[in-house]
């Protein structure tokens, strides 16, 4: 089904290598055109362009060493528009970074405006935020502008069920993600072809064009989320993610939806589990064998004030930390924790300063990227039981 993009070279898009296992959780290279990634990685999101509040040296720095960020499709494709961005040579000249991109399809974000849009089987009818003009998305435009984009990674055009979708309502969704996955795979192969993929490498090892993941979907319903996976290996894919969770489901459905689908999903590929979480979701999710995470949660709550810590959340504002010279978490390393004490964050937050929320954002992303580390380094000992449970028990014993 799958047809090769480069037909002059065979050559993967990709190349995943798995190199130690400690139970379901597993260690690895994933390989792309713009260098190596090891997982499990988390991938900062980059929505507009730009991960909010941190300056692209600090994500390539020693101290976070982000090798993968996130770009938006829905919000890059409203605003400046691919025309701009094309011209501008795609994504990566765009906005300056020379490491890897993944872009989501738009389909998540489309679908979470709710009312104000109408899917049809041809694809999603909407608003836009920017201007209220009427838009229209499908997997052939998805494609359209994930090429313009350059990304290394697109995603497939998906539907998203709602968390407490009924059993009749997600069967439905779930049949037009099969044939959206379908869609999305015939365009992407001819644009391969056609080269407008404006972010080709030249590679010796890799084909050097851009790499296809598949989403299974199916909300709560477990027979439904295994034949999403059934049709979505069936067209063939670079990797496959697991999408629409975290969309207002119980945590425990979550897992349930996790536990049962991993062991079915191919071994010798990426397995990326869209939108989540929490540090302790991805020490969790990595027990049970998934390798790419990506989630807003260090830097919006870095803006409102959150700090995630080794020992819980903790919430900058509180009046407790008015005069405490500690930093923000004791077992930290990262530039913000050497160098500032809660006190002073407290006060740049209730000041208003900007420079709460870059720093509030450098040390999340630092814990969420330190917290993949450890991940990788104990399962490469064989240590990751000990780590999943201290990590969990350190989180449970202290936090607000
Ligand atoms: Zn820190």
Redesign the pocket.
């Known amino acids: 089904m799958s047809v090769t993009p480069d037909l002059s070279t065979s050559l993967p898009a990709l190349r995943f290598e798995i190199q130690a296992q400690d139970g379901e959780a597993r260690v690895g290279s994933l390989t792309t055109r713009r260098g190596v990634i090891d997982t499990p990685v988390f991938m900062p999101v980059g929505t507009t362009g730009t991960v909010k509040a941190i300056r692209f040296e600090q994500l390539e720095s020693d101290d976070l060493d982000a090798q993968i960020i996130l770009g938006n499709t829905y919000h890059l494709w409203l605003r400046p528009g691919i025309e701009t961005i094309r011209s501008c040579g795609g994504l990566h000249r765009f906005i300056g970074w020379d490491r890897a991109l993944l872009t989501d399809s738009g389909g998540f974000q489309v679908w979470s405006l709710g009312d104000l849009r109408k899917i049809t089987e041809e694809g999603t009818e909407f608003r836009s935020h920017v201007d209220g003009s009427l838009q229209f998305l499908s997997p052939e435009v998805s494609m359209e502008v994930q090429a313009a984009l350059g990304s290394d990674i697109v995603m497939v055009f998906d539907e998203c069920a709602p968390g407490n979708a009924s059993h009749e309502e997600t069967e439905k969704s779930v049949g037009l993600t099969a044939r959206w996955a379908r869609r999305s795979r015939v365009a992407f192969d001819c644009m391969q072809l056609e080269g407008v993929d404006t972010g080709r490498v030249k590679n010796s090892d890799l084909s050097g064009t851009q790499a296809l993941f598949g989403i299974v979907q199916g909300a709560g319903h477990l027979d439904l989320r295994r034949i999403s996976l059934q049709e979505t290996v069936e067209v063939g894919f670079d990797g496959y993610a697991i999408g629409g969770l975290s969309v207002g489901e119980e945590k425990s459905v979550m897992f349930d939806v996790i536990a049962s689908l991993t062991p079915q999903m191919p071994k010798t590929q990426p397995r990326y589990l869209m939108g989540v979480g929490t540090p302790q979701d991805l020490v969790e999710a990595v027990a049970q064998g998934v390798d790419m995470f990506d989630c807003v949660l260090p830097t919006r709550n870095g803006r409102t004030g959150q700090?995630f810590?080794s020992t819980g959340k903790l919430n900058v504002k509180n009046a407790r930390w008015a005069r405490d010279t500690r930093?923000?978490?004791e077992h930290?390393?990262?530039?913000?924790?050497?160098r500032h004490t809660r006190a002073y964050l407290r006060h740049l937050y209730l000041a208003g300063e900007m420079l709460a929320s870059i720093l509030l954002t450098?040390?999340?992303l630092?814990?969420f990227l330190d917290t993949m580390r450890g991940v990788r380094q104990s399962i490469r000992s064989g240590d990751f039981p000990k780590f999943r449970r201290e990590f969990t028990e350190r989180l449970d014993a202290n936090g607000e």
């Open positions: 700090a810590t930093p923000l978490d930290c390393g990262c530039l913000v924790c050497r450098h040390h999340n630092a814990f």
